[in-house]
């Protein structure tokens, strides 16, 4: 089947669905505020009139689709990057935190994984701690790395970017231990039979046989990271970053605003997790892939 | 009595136990066998007869736990750090991630021999096994009869001077197999080599032995060796033959003998 029918078609028909869904719900939950200041102002509105009004409050309970878009749009292209109300210029503090961590958490991932696959010890005593530390909820962990880290000094960009670092590490490590044992006992007993030194085996055939393993997992941890630094942002009271705008449009109740941080945080995500993949299948090409 | 050149291998009393869940489960009991220079020798029988385990003993992927043998007279841990063998596996084995020329290079890269010896024996070896213009491509670029001449090349490639093979063409089919089988017997002719053949298949184990060892389960043992008088050139239709038709009896009694059809 062409692309046109298998997936444009099906993702825009449910895509209209929310949208609808959304409006629907729009008029609903905006309605009653709605009411009270017609009533204030001794209002008797028709029907098509009083949706209308529910769905252009300046702060709606649940703003349309229309206003967070036109908001979207202002907030993206007609400001100056440099401007604090600039989507652009604070998805780009959120991003560079993003980045940050997770570098630092995938080469954590990595090294913590060859250390489980190598020393018989570490896989014992390690994994289950590994485990356990992705149970702690972030929300909680978060604001304790930042007071910590800003009472020795550390504070700006590495505290937030630690907090995705704490996230992004465990899909990593988990990805790569499983990749790292991923090779076939034949390929195993083929090095064997080369009198293989352990570092030949390693580098020759768990880490090539790794690498898909390490791109799969990558998605999963950048997606992680971003979570990461926006939940980072909120309790630093950082003055830039998606997480400070969705804690300022919090407090002013500037839901549209809220909105449209969202919308910004989604589109980062989609293109970090495109970006890894697009790497990943470029590196698989590399590595001799079969085209798919 | 023949005289027999120098012994590659030998094994007396060999046994190999392995302990499992549901209790021991003897592999291999009572193997007597001398394997000389430039032989070559199938091993045949039902599975669970130890064929493959006899052949992982020899190349110290399993370890005896009776008896003694030796590979060109050192212990079979020994020989492997020498790289005394080349094996080849049931599938092709090879490296998905690299391409022919590399997947040959493996063993020489481990060894560390230079750029320029490295690409000589890929040449050579490549030539060999017919493969000659496939350097670059992939393993999944090639038929699985190509594949598993590619890892012939490999196992051929640091020159060891015995080829221990288990089940090689089991995977291909039949016409492919007949190909394979011939050009293993004029490797074979050219280089000189010793070479340990498993199969489950009685034509290609008389068509290509010198030695047939009939080997019978539970528990795995060799139950009759069978010399081949058939001539070192063999072609193809050698196989319409009354006397390979003999030698192929032969080898169906012996596993008969064994009870190897029982169950």
């Excluded at chain 2, 493959?52 to 005896?64: G, M, N, Q, S, W």
């Excluded at chain 2, 060894?111 to 030539?127: C, P």
């Excluded at chain 2, 080599?193 to 389960?217: D, G, N, Q």
Aim: include cysteine.
């Amino acid at each position: 089947m062409d692309p046109f029918r298998s997936k444009i078609i099906p993702v825009t028909a449910i895509l209209a669905g929310v949208v609808v869904l959304w409006y629907v719900f729009a008029v609903i939950l905006n309605a009653p505020f709605q009411r009270d200041v017609d009533q204030r102002g001794n209002e008797t509105p028709g029907a098509v009139e009083f949706i209308g009004k529910t769905l252009s409050q300046p702060k709606p309970t649940l703003p349309a689709p229309h206003q967070v878009a036109v908001n979207f749009f202002e907030n993206t292209f007609l400001r100056s990057v440099t401007s604090s109300r600039s989507l652009v210029y604070n998805a780009w503090v959120t991003l560079s935190s993003t980045l940050l961590g997770f570098a630092f958490g995938t080469a954590l991932g990595i090294v913590i994984a060859v250390g489980i696959v190598h020393v018989a010890t570490l896989d014992r005593s390690l994994m289950p701690w590994i485990i356990a530390s992705q149970t702690i909820p972030i929300l909680a962990v978060a604001p304790m790395i930042i007071v910590v880290l800003a009472a020795i000094g550390i504070t700006g960009l590495i505290p937030k970017a630690l907090i995705s670092t704490y996230l992004s590490f465990f899909p990593v490590a988990v990805g790569m231990v499983k990749g790292l044992r991923s090779p076939e006992l034949m390929h195993l007993d083929l090095m064997h039979t080369y009198n293989a030194r352990a570092s030949q085996t390693f580098w020759k055939l768990r880490v090539p046989a790794s690498v898909p393993f390490l791109f799969t997992s990558m998605k999963v941890a950048v997606a992680a990271s971003l979570v990461g630094a926006i939940v980072g942002e909120l309790p630093t009271g950082a003055v830039a970053g998606i997480g400070a705008k969705l804690l300022a449009g919090a407090y002013y109740s500037q839901t549209i605003d809220i909105w449209s941080a969202l919308v910004a945080g989604s589109i980062v995500a989609a293109l970090l997790v495109m970006v890894v993949g697009i790497a990943g299948r470029l590196v698989d090409r590399a590595m001799g892939g079969r085209p798919a | 009595m023949t005289e027999h050149p120098p012994a590659v291998v030998s094994a007396s009393k060999l046994g190999l136990t392995f302990q499992t869940n549901d209790g021991p489960v003897q592999a291999l009991s009572n193997v007597d066998l001398t394997i000389g220079k430039g032989e070559f020798v199938s091993f045949i029988g039902p599975s669970g007869c130890g064929k493959t385990t006899l052949l992982r003993v020899i190349a110290d992927l399993e370890k005896a736990t009776s008896g003694a043998i030796s590979v060109n007279g050192m212990t079979p841990e020994q020989a492997r750090e020498k790289r005394a063998y080349g094996y080849v596996f049931q599938a092709a084995a090879l490296f998905p991630w690299r391409t022919i020329e590399r997947n040959v290079a493996l063993p020489l890269e481990i060894i560390g021999l230079s750029q320029a010896e490295q690409a000589e024996r890929i040449k050579r070896t490549l030539e060999l096994v017919n493969l000659a213009g496939f350097e670059k491509k992939y393993p999944w670029q090639l038929s699985g009869g190509m594949q598993q001449r590619a890892s012939i090349a490999r196992a051929l490639a640091f020159d060891a001077d015995l080829l221990l093979m288990d089940e090689p063409f089991g995977a291909l089919d039949e016409i492919v197999r007949d190909h394979l089988n011939e050009q293993l017997l004029d490797l074979w002719d050219r280089t000189n080599k010793t070479i340990c053949f498993v199969t489950h298949s009685i034509p290609e184990a008389v068509y290509l032995s010198t030695r047939i060892v009939v080997m019978s389960p539970r528990p795995g043992r060799v139950t009759d060796i069978i010399e081949s008088t058939l001539p070192r050139k063999r072609p193809l239709d050698i196989r319409e033959t009354p006397e390979f038709l003999a030698i192929a009896a032969r080898v169906r009694d012996g596993l008969r003998a064994g009870h190897s059809y029982d169950d």
